[in-house]
């Protein structure tokens, strides 16, 4: 058995319900060691910093 509406959803009416269906920008941050953007609370790509403590070595 599947889910049976009782009244049919106008094209409107589903197209409404879809439209708060969209992607968001990433929100990027400045490196507070290097300067560089980074997506928030993660380690740094370019600097390997996190907080402004090393965590990982990164190769230049």
């Known amino acids: 058995m599947s889910i049976c509406p ?3 959803s106008s094209k ?3 197209d409404k319900r879809r ?3 969209k992607m968001s920008a990433p929100a ?4 507070s060691k ?3 953007l ?3 609370h993660r380690v740094c790509a370019k600097c390997g910093s996190y907080n402004k403590k090393e965590i ?3 190769e230049d």
């Open 28 to 31: 990027l941050v400045k490196c």
């Open 12 to 14: 409107s009416h589903r």
């Open 34 to 36: 290097c300067g560089a």
């Open 56 to 58: 990982i070595q990164v």
């Open 6 to 8: 009782k009244n049919k």
């Open 19 to 21: 439209a708060n269906w």
């Open 38 to 40: 980074m997506v928030p």
